[in-house]
């Protein structure tokens, strides 16, 4: 059967039929918009005037099967709907963890590195411990610079425990439950880190160091 035939067969129909095919099709193109307004119209006048029938039908599959795919979740979508307190503490940790000890990529090299690191700590609050005097300036710099490095070998230490932690999968079920009393103050301090990008280069490091400070007593709770 030729286009011109199949044509003239699609016209001699009743007009109930194209009424229902336009019903149909507005349904499903427009919510979706899958065809400008203008390949709309274009689509309405081939139905209408009954030419290049196989066109018609080829557009017609080409709109159902994009919106079935509207239909179904994309990568993106499912990755929303999976992140949870421990995908939010994940992430933080670990760009925190990271920034206080540079190495490569490899798990093994960032653990290694934060131990030695926690290590120079330890030294350095031993060192200092043993020089207070509160009787001279320097003997003060010297407990200053002692409660510092204690702070900060406990710091990395916990963040190392929990970054471990935070990659054993079967933890996850635990830690969201455990969380649930603290799970908004974990989701705004994530909205934050999302928009780490907004802060200028000259506030970054008060950034991350305050951001470190909200995340660490929910952190000792995790432990």
């Known amino acids: 059967m030729t286009h011109q035939s199949a044509a003239e067969n699609a016209l001699s129909k009743p007009k109930s039929v194209y009424i229902s095919i336009l019903f149909v099709n507005y349904i499903i ?3 979706f918009d899958i065809f400008k307004k203008s390949e709309l119209l274009e689509f309405m006048v081939i139905i209408h005037g009954g030419s290049c029938i196989m066109k018609l039908r080829g557009w017609m599959l080409g709109g159902m099967i994009m919106w079935i795919s509207q239909l179904l979740p994309s990568k993106k979508e499912e990755k929303i709907q999976k992140s949870d307190v421990y995908d939010q503490l994940q ?3 670990g760009s925190i963890l990271k920034r ?6 490899s798990l093994s090299h ?3 590195h934060a131990n030695v690191k926690i290590q120079q700590y330890r030294q350095a609050a031993e060192y200092h411990r043993k020089r207070i005097d509160m009787s001279t300036a320097l003997g003060i710099f010297h407990k200053e610079a002692y409660e510092l490095a204690i702070k900060k070998g406990r710091h990395l230490q916990r963040l190392v ?3 471990i932690m935070l990659n054993i999968e079967d933890e996850r079920e635990r830690i969201n ?3 649930m009393l603290v799970d908004d103050r974990i989701e705004k301090l994530f909205m934050e880190f999302q928009h780490r990008e907004q802060i200028i280069p000259e506030m970054e490091e008060q950034f991350w160091d305050t951001l470190k400070e909200d995340i660490m007593p929910i952190l000792s709770d995790l432990n």
Do not use: K, T
């Open 161 to 163: 425990d929990s970054f």
């Open 29 to 31: 193109l427009l919510p």
């Open 177 to 179: 439950h455990r969380m």
């Open 100 to 105: 206080e000890v540079p190495s490569g990529n």
């Open 110 to 112: 960032l653990l290694y």
């Open 91 to 93: 992430a933080m940790v």
